[in-house]
């Protein structure tokens, strides 16, 4: 089953204004939710840019399609890692490396 329920309700976010982001009812995302029904690929896509989440977290595939589940804060890393230009990637990964020297 979609993700989706649990997102929106982790993010605080009602069925009204999702299915109003997506230009849908909200009956439409209940019967997604529910499993009634499934969202073609271009809804899913909204769906997971709205929420900073992979298609494949969306569809239950876990990170990256490995199966493995990564909790809240790591998934929202990850989605603003995705965001970064490179020269912000590596001063990123030289801050985590100089938290993580151990000497």
């Known amino acids: 089953m979609l993700k989706i329920r649990e997102l929106r309700i982790e993010k605080g976010i009602s069925q009204k204004e999702l299915a109003e982001y997506l230009g849908m009812s909200a009956g439409n995302l209940c019967d997604w939710e529910k499993g009634r029904t499934e969202p073609d690929i271009s809804a899913l896509i909204r769906i997971a840019d709205y929420f900073d989440e992979s298609v494949d977290y969306l569809i239950g595939r876990g990170w990256e399609g490995g199966g493995e589940t990564l909790s809240a804060p790591k998934r929202r890393l990850i989605g603003k890692i995705r965001k970064m230009d490179d020269s912000t990637a590596e ?5 985590i490396d100089a938290f993580s020297y151990n000497g």
């Open 91 to 95: 001063l990123l990964l030289k801050t």
